[in-house]
C-alpha cells in the first residue's frame, strides 16, 4: 500500500487561521469554535419565572505569556447571594463549536452544563427546547464581527430554552426544574475593555422574550470608538438587532445603579431601562490573560428590574417588564473600589452583596 502522507495546508486554510486568530469571523462562519485569542469567555445564565431565583455560571479561557491555557470558573445565585470563583490551572476551548471545560470543575456545551467548584458550588444541568441565535449571516456583533483584531467580540448564541437538574449554592440545595435559559460567548485579544456595560433578561409576562445588550469601548490599532449591540427577541419570534454606529445606533447612559439604551434604525425604535440596588450586586473578577490572574472587574446585579418598550415605524408592539434581570457596569478601577467600599482587601478579586 502507498504511504500516506501529510499535505502542506494550503495558503488559503492558512490564511483563514490567521484570520480567526485575530478574533474576527467570516460572514456565514462559526463564532463559536475557538478563535485562539487571549481570553474565550463562556457564560450561562438561569431563570426561574415563577420564583425570580437566577444562577449564573462562567467559564473564561485565557492564554498566558507563554501560550498556557488557564481558566477563570464562576457559579453565583440571587437571591442569597452565594459567590464562588475559582483561578483553575487548565482550561480549553474547543475548536470545533461550542465548548469550555477546566479539568473536572466545569464542562459546558450546547445541551448540558457541569460545574463543581466545591461541595457548596456546585451546578448540573441538562438544556433542552433550544431557541439559538437564528441569523447565519452574522453573529451578536454583527459587521463588527468579521473585523479583525478587536479588543472584544460578543455572541448571544443561546436565546432561549428549558434547564433541569440541580444546583448547589452554600447551604442550599435547588431543584431547577425548566428554567428559562440564555448563553453567550465574548472573545478578545487582552481579555476585557476598560470599561464596558451589559445586560440580559428574561422572565417577561411572555416566557419567549430574551433582551441582550453589550456596550463598550472598542479598538483596533488607530481605531476607537464606543459600540453598544441590543438584542430583543420579540414574542412572535422576530429578532431585532441594533448597534451599527451608522445605520442603527444605540445610545447608551450607564451608573452602577441604572442602565439606559435608546436605540433606532429606519424601521425599529427600542429602549431599555434598568435599575438595581449597589449594595444588592455581586463584584465578579475577570482575567487578565497574560498574567495568569483574575483581578475585580464587574459588577453585576443579577435580579434587577428591567423594563423595555420597542416599536416598529413609530408603533408600540410589544413592551414588558422583568424583575430577575442582569445588568452589569464593568470596569478595573470600578470594581476595585466596591470591593474596598464594602471591607474588602486589596487582593481580593471578588465580593457578594451586601444584602
Not at 475559582?86 to 471545560?101: D, I, K, M, R, T
Amino acid at each position: 500500500m502507498p504511504r500516506s502522507r501529510l499535505l502542506p495546508p494550503s495558503p488559503a486554510s492558512a490564511l483563514h487561521r490567521a484570520y480567526r486568530r485575530s478574533g474576527a469571523t467570516l460572514p456565514f462562519g462559526d463564532p463559536l469554535s475557538a478563535h485562539g485569542v487571549a481570553m474565550e469567555g463562556y457564560f450561562w445564565r438561569l431563570t426561574d419565572p415563577g420564583t425570580g431565583r437566577v444562577v449564573i455560571a462562567l467559564n473564561g479561557v485565557n492564554r498566558d505569556a507563554a501560550g498556557e491555557h488557564w481558566a477563570t470558573l464562576g457559579l453565583a445565585g440571587h437571591p442569597g447571594g452565594h459567590l464562588r470563583t475559582v483561578v483553575h490551572p487548565h482550561g480549553h476551548a474547543s475548536e470545533h463549536g461550542l465548548g469550555a471545560s477546566a479539568g473536572d470543575a466545569f464542562r459546558g456545551g450546547p445541551d448540558s452544563l457541569s460545574v463543581d467548584l466545591g461541595a457548596d458550588s456546585r451546578l448540573q444541568v441538562g438544556i433542552s427546547q433550544p431557541r439559538p441565535w437564528p441569523r447565519r449571516a452574522v453573529g451578536g456583533s454583527s459587521v463588527f464581527g468579521s473585523v479583525p483584531a478587536l479588543n472584544q467580540y460578543w455572541h448571544p448564541w443561546l436565546l432561549g430554552g428549558k434547564a433541569h437538574g440541580t444546583a448547589v449554592l452554600g447551604a442550599e440545595s435547588v431543584e431547577i426544574e425548566g428554567w428559562d435559559v440564555y448563553g453567550e460567548k465574548n472573545w478578545g485579544k487582552g481579555g476585557f475593555p476598560d470599561s464596558w456595560w451589559w445586560g440580559q433578561a428574561q422572565g417577561f409576562q411572555e416566557e419567549s422574550v430574551c433582551v441582550a445588550f453589550a456596550g463598550g469601548e472598542v479598538t483596533a490599532g488607530p481605531l476607537r470608538t464606543t459600540v453598544t449591540a441590543l438584542v430583543v427577541l420579540l414574542p412572535d419570534g422576530r429578532l431585532v438587532r441594533l448597534g451599527d454606529p451608522v445605520v442603527s445606533p444605540v445610545r447608551a447612559e450607564v451608573a452602577d445603579e441604572h442602565w439606559s439604551l435608546r436605540g433606532r434604525s429606519a424601521a425599529w425604535q427600542i429602549e431599555v431601562e434598568g435599575h438595581g440596588a449597589l449594595g444588592s450586586a455581586h463584584v465578579l473578577p475577570v482575567p487578565l490573560p497574560v498574567e495568569r490572574r483574575n483581578v475585580p472587574g464587574a459588577i453585576e446585579h443579577l435580579g434587577a428590574t428591567m423594563t423595555v418598550r420597542v416599536r416598529h415605524r413609530g408603533r408600540l408592539v410589544w413592551s414588558g417588564e422583568s424583575r430577575s434581570a442582569a445588568l452589569e457596569h464593568g470596569g478595573i478601577d470600578r470594581a476595585r473600589a466596591e470591593v474596598l467600599r464594602r471591607g474588602g482587601a486589596a487582593h481580593d478579586t471578588e465580593a457578594a452583596p451586601l444584602r
